[in-house]
């Protein structure tokens, strides 16, 4: 429970800890780090690259590099654009990922694992049909408009 002691954690346990944010899996490590463990074997036949890298790669695509605080001016908030620091961007990438992932296979006959390997595929490659990449570049696009 300290402070950035998350930063002393891996990025695959930190994505498997993301999963369990919803009703679904909330509690469920071990079914969460089951979802995990299939997406990477999914994507290390699809791409035929290491499905780590891919994590990575997707999270560089994924991670906003800005976004938006409120100044409160007298009675007035005024909108500024501010820089990520570099563990917040990380979290936020991992945060929209997992819920991109969970969305993605509410309601679908897609297995969540595929849905994960999709939603890391798409965020490697940078592509606008994953929901993280989607999310970062409407933040980036707000703040870019608060400047």
């Given at each position: 429970?300290?402070?950035?002691?998350?930063?002393?954690?891996?990025?695959?346990?930190?994505?498997?800890?993301?999963?369990?944010?919803?009703?679904?899996?909330?509690?469920?490590?071990?079914?969460?780090?089951?979802?995990?463990?299939?997406?990477?074997?999914?994507?290390?036949?699809?791409?035929?690259?290491?499905?780590?890298?891919?994590?990575?790669?997707?999270?560089?695509?994924?991670?906003?590099?800005?976004?938006?605080?409120?100044?409160?001016?007298?009675?007035?908030?005024?909108?500024?654009?501010?820089?990520?620091?570099?563990?917040?961007?990380?979290?936020?990438?991992?945060?929209?990922?997992?819920?991109?992932?969970?969305d993605d296979s509410f309601k679908n006959k897609k297995?969540?694992?595929?849905?994960?390997?999709?939603?890391?595929?798409?965020?490697?490659?940078?592509?606008?049909?994953?929901?993280?990449?989607?999310?970062?570049?409407?933040?980036?696009?707000?703040?870019?408009?608060?400047?």
């Amino acid at each position: 429970n300290r402070s950035f002691g998350k930063s002393k954690v891996s990025i695959v346990e930190r994505l498997v800890n993301n999963l369990m944010r919803t009703e679904v899996y909330t509690g469920k490590k071990a079914k969460s780090l089951g979802a995990v463990k299939d997406a990477f074997e999914i994507i290390a036949v699809r791409t035929k690259k290491n499905p780590v890298q891919v994590l990575v790669e997707a999270l560089e695509n994924a991670a906003p590099r800005e976004e938006i605080t409120r100044l409160q001016f007298g009675g007035i908030s005024v909108p500024k654009a501010v820089d990520i620091a570099p563990c917040r961007r990380l979290d936020i990438a991992l945060r929209n990922i997992a819920k991109g992932t969970v969305d993605d296979s509410f309601k679908n006959k897609k297995p969540v694992e595929e849905c994960l390997a999709d939603e890391l595929i798409l965020a490697s490659k940078g592509d606008m049909n994953s929901f993280s990449v989607a999310k970062k570049e409407e933040i980036e696009r707000v703040a870019s408009s608060a400047r």
